[in-house]
């Protein structure tokens, strides 16, 4: 009773950093839209912000766990930190390519939950009972539903749709290496550094391909308080990576998708003038929540408690 429990507790709090990125998405496209700005900054600053809010809020185990790394260990961590920039460049080249919608059920509603679960089980030697197999393919099937664009859907493999698988598979491999990490390291220095490490390097790379361009104070302030749903979300997301492992973390978070269109639905109730994307076919959309609602049921559901070691 007591590891179902904590796996009840864990599964809530990886909910939860999935409720945080679907209001993070919803500010993200609001702030692009009122504030004009630029996706490459957004993809940059918000992300190093965070980085150091949580490095500042654990100074003194972040200074710890840097002087404790070993040579092959910061190799390993740098190679994690470099797969999460690759990641976001071609997910934000992706969206800008193929749009938003198809980009999600392309990639980390989909792709990325199926190669994270791969991954787990090659390398990690984690296993999903029935009833979490079952639960899992709900869980995928109510977001694809959910995320479903009968206008942009096609068989087409472009460049943009590349992209987004391959976005999804370097992202699938850093959640699995930070699965790694976070066995013998603390969860707050691991996520700050994987956010502040990509953050500078994007933003170099930006600023040395001149393709940032700086808001205004508005939009650098805009910017600055974004990098609270980096900083929440990466937390929340991985405090359940060493608990639960890191095939149900994924499938768990997956429901981004639907929590962003309930997010963009209340926004829109409340604020009709809002340039929000909602999906084009609103009952597909609520029969894929009611799908994905009875896979987290049933993930749920299993008495038997994982061991991700």
Same mark, same amino acid.
């Given at each position: ?18 409720? $945080?990125?679907? /209001? #993070?998405?919803?500010? %993200? #496209? ?13 993809? @940059? ?5 965070? !980085? ?7 100074? =003194? ?6 002087? =404790? ?22 997910? /934000?080249?992706?969206?800008? =390519? &193929?749009?938003?919608?198809? #980009? ?12 994270? $679960?791969?991954?787990?089980?090659? /390398?990690?030697? +984690? =296993? ?19 995320? /479903?664009? +009968? ?9 943009? #749709?590349?992209? @987004? &698988?391959?976005?999804?598979?370097? %992202? ?24 502040? &490490? ?17 808001? !205004? ?22 405090? !359940?990576?060493?608990?639960?492992? @890191? ?10 998708? &639907? ?23 609103? @009952? ?11 896979? $987290? ?13």
């Amino acid at each position: 009773m007591g590891a179902l429990s904590v796996r009840t507790k864990y599964m809530t709090i990886v909910l939860l950093s999935a409720l $945080v990125v679907a /209001f #993070e998405s919803i500010a %993200l #496209e609001s702030a692009i839209n009122a504030a004009d700005l630029k996706v490459f900054a957004v993809a @940059a600053v918000p992300p190093l912000v965070g !980085g150091l809010t949580l490095i500042g809020v654990s100074s =003194r185990t972040t200074a710890s766990f840097t002087r =404790r790394l070993k040579r092959n260990e910061w190799a390993f961590f740098a190679t994690l930190c470099g797969f999460v920039s690759g990641g976001v460049l071609l997910w /934000f080249d992706s969206i800008g =390519r &193929i749009g938003a919608s198809k #980009e999600a059920l392309l990639g980390g509603s989909s792709s990325e939950v199926l190669f994270v $679960v791969v991954l787990s089980v090659v /390398f990690l030697a +984690e =296993r999903l009972s029935r009833w979490e197999i079952l639960g899992s393919c709900l869980v995928v099937a109510g977001v694809s539903l959910v995320l /479903f664009d +009968e206008e942009t859907m096609s068989l087409t493999l472009g460049l943009g #749709e590349i992209e @987004a &698988i391959l976005s999804s598979l370097l %992202l699938a491999i850093s959640v699995v290496m930070t699965t790694v990490m976070l066995k013998v390291h603390d969860l707050t220095p691991v996520s700050g550094l994987e956010l502040f &490490i990509p953050g500078v390097f994007l933003l170099c790379v930006g600023v040395a391909m001149g393709v940032i361009t700086w808001p !205004g104070m508005e939009g650098l302030l805009i910017l600055l308080v974004l990098g609270i749903f980096p900083a929440l979300g990466l937390l929340t997301y991985n405090s !359940g990576l060493p608990k639960i492992g @890191a095939s149900l973390t994924s499938v768990l978070f997956s429901l981004t998708g &639907i929590m962003t269109v309930g997010v963009a639905l209340l926004l829109l109730a409340v604020l009709p003038e809002a340039s929000l994307i909602i999906p084009g076919n609103l @009952a597909v959309a609520l029969l894929g929540g009611a799908v994905a609602f009875v896979g $987290v049921v049933l993930l749920n559901w299993s008495p038997e408690s994982r061991n991700p070691e």
